[in-house]
């Protein structure tokens, strides 16, 4: 098997439409992601599978939308984002017991923003994740610009952070990474990359401008899904390529607004076989981490959370003597480019 075995998929995350607070409708939302170029999109807004039940999952073109929801608790906390479901669960439930009904219901359950942390804008409340002892979900997002924004906010950037929403995003947060870091080292949690595009408008005195509209969030944070085969045209066995590809953490997330990172290639190779994030491969008979990048980048190799290896470039090669779960990052001028899910060497 080689990188060209594969084939690869890149997509927007967590997307609000007018079935809940979003500003624009699923049809008007399908041309803005197919312009930028986008595989598929999953749509998540609050509490409603409305869009679903419309009937507005399938394929646009070359673009396949897929539709989940995103629930919160009865405080309107602890979001989490459900694909693959029919049906909306009960409001009543606790973070716990929905965590399990979407994983028995067959769904994809990703936690959403988990680790908000604002000090301006009262009236934007965050939203982290609590309920660290729900047990089953699937993933967490990694990155969230939206979270990243607000908990980047000062009273002296804020007309600053507004007119540049993206430049003044860096990466994800360290206490993000430590804690799905640490999850991992358990079982497999996918880390995905969330845009939670609303497309509103945001005011500060005077000023009235929309920080965050959809076609800015498609050209940023991007997950990029890695399938064995192709994506099949058959709408349901497209769902669960794609459901699949994202439970198995094959996928890695890129911020588009440093350069298109399609064709970005982490693994690990042993006599020309070769194994993607996700995936568990055994050190005992040698073989070697590879990563290619389409650009030059700080390529930086993280075990168990450690740094144990940095370069600068378009690839390296290195031997692993530990067993780990092994990640990448990709840095250009230090704003964060590519976040690999983890490769497992036992
Ligand atoms: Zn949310
Ligand atoms: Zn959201």
Not at 56 to 79: A, M
Not at 227 to 248: E, G, V
Not at 252 to 269: K, L, P, T, V
Request: hydrophobic content about 40%; charged content about 20%.
């Amino acid at each position: 098997m080689s990188a060209t075995d594969w084939h690869e998929y890149v997509g927007a995350i967590h997307i609000h439409s007018t079935h809940s607070d979003g500003t624009k409708s699923i049809d008007e939302i399908l041309p803005i992601a197919s312009q930028a170029g986008l595989d598929y999109i999953l749509v998540s807004d609050h509490m409603t599978l409305k869009g679903l039940e419309e009937g507005k999952e399938g394929f646009y073109g070359d673009l396949l939308v897929l539709i989940g929801y995103e629930i919160h608790d009865l405080n309107h906390h602890n979001h989490y984002l459900a694909f693959g479901l029919k049906e909306v669960l009960s409001p009543e439930l606790s973070p716990q017991e929905y965590v399990k009904e979407v994983e028995k219901g067959g769904g994809v359950g990703i936690i959403a923003h988990p680790d908000e942390v604002r000090q301006l804008l009262r009236k934007f409340p965050c939203y982290p994740w609590t309920a660290w002892d729900a047990l089953g979900f699937n993933g967490i997002e990694i990155w969230n610009h939206m979270s990243e924004w607000m908990e980047g906010l000062t009273r002296i950037n804020i007309l600053k952070m507004a007119i540049h929403p993206r430049r003044m995003l860096r990466s994800p947060t360290a206490r993000i990474l430590k804690i799905w870091d640490q999850l991992s080292e358990k079982r497999p949690v996918v880390g995905l990359g969330g845009i939670d595009v609303h497309g509103y408008p945001f005011k500060w005195g005077p000023f009235k401008l929309t920080i965050f509209p959809y076609k800015v969030q498609f050209r940023a944070i991007r997950t990029h899904l890695l399938l064995r085969d192709p994506l099949s045209k058959n709408l349901a066995k497209a769902r669960q390529q794609i459901y699949s590809a994202i439970k198995s953490c094959n996928a890695f997330i890129s911020n588009y607004r440093w350069g298109d990172a399609r064709g970005f290639f982490f693994g690990f190779e042993v006599k020309g076989r070769i194994s993607l994030p996700g995936e568990v491969a055994s050190l005992g008979q040698g073989g070697k981490i590879v990563c290619q990048s389409p650009r030059r980048a700080n390529l930086r190799l993280v075990c168990g959370g450690n740094l144990v290896f940095e370069t600068f470039g378009n690839s390296f090669e290195y031997s692993p003597k530990e067993a780990g779960n092994y990640r990448l990052e990709a840095y250009i001028s230090r704003k964060g480019w590519v976040f690999t899910n983890h490769l497992r060497l036992s």
